[in-house]
């Protein structure tokens, strides 16, 4: 099997493997709803999952990390390193790093929130732990894994599709472009939160955006899967 398919394959495996996590956090821990309720109900509620709710943020982590190979391998390509090397380069290292920024972001629940949902079931530490909670998902989760995390996954996704739009591959170059889209208009509802205004819509833009990406993942597999196709460059 050519490294071709076998990243074709990865893409799809990974639009799959990270809506997993995602649809069992929904089920078990009202995610993401629970990031909008008050600190001691997310923490009670996180402290009620037990083992199993770390283990599926655990899991969502690994997942977030996977992006890291899987951007180096849909951005670089020998012939796009020889036409556009710029674009091949830039999405490697933008959709890298999104991976990177989304898995710091998640791991905060692997490693911190179970000590601080502990901390929460003693009166006498109940207040500290919500406030170092809201301060935690500020930082770690609004800051770095949504701001940071989403404006580079919107850039790696819109470098990727416009190499495919270079290459004739118009249906999934528009998937890409609408992903790209709708990740970067969500990364500001924290922004929005920040400044003290609604960020509803912002957030509808972040579960439709994923829901794209989802899209736009199995779309570029599927291209890998059925053989090269042709580089296609423009003159002037």
């Excluded at 990270?18 to 009202?30: E, G, R, T």
């Excluded at 911190?112 to 909670?133: G, I, K, Y």
Aim: net charge neutral; hydrophobic share 55%.
């Amino acid at each position: 099997m050519d490294g071709r398919r076998l990243t074709g394959i990865a893409a799809i495996s990974l639009a799959v493997g990270f809506n997993l996590p995602y649809a069992a956090l929904a089920v078990i821990y009202d995610y993401p709803g629970v990031l909008r309720r008050p600190p001691g109900e997310a923490l009670e509620l996180f402290l009620a999952g037990g083992a199993w709710l770390v283990l599926v943020w655990e899991g969502f982590m690994l997942a977030a990390l996977a992006m890291v190979p899987l951007a180096v391998a849909l951005a670089v390509t020998p012939e796009r390193l020889s036409v556009r090397p710029a674009l091949a380069v830039g999405a490697a290292l933008s959709g890298a790093l999104a991976g990177l920024a989304q898995a710091i972001g998640l791991s905060r629940w692997v490693f911190v929130v179970p000590e601080l949902a502990r901390d929460h079931a003693e009166p006498t530490t109940r207040m500290a732990s919500e406030q170092a909670f809201a301060l935690l998902n500020a930082w770690g989760g609004v800051a770095i894994g949504e701001h940071l995390g989403q404006l580079l996954t919107s850039l790696f996704v819109l470098q990727v599709a416009m190499m495919q739009r270079q290459e004739r591959s118009g249906i999934t170059a528009a998937a890409g472009g609408l992903t790209a889209a709708l990740v970067l208009a969500g990364c500001f509802e924290g922004l929005a939160l920040a400044l003290g205004q609604s960020g509803a819509v912002f957030s509808l833009a972040t579960t439709a955006g994923f829901l794209m990406l989802t899209v736009w993942l199995i779309t570029t597999g599927v291209g890998l899967m059925q053989g090269p196709s042709a580089v296609k460059t423009r003159e002037g």
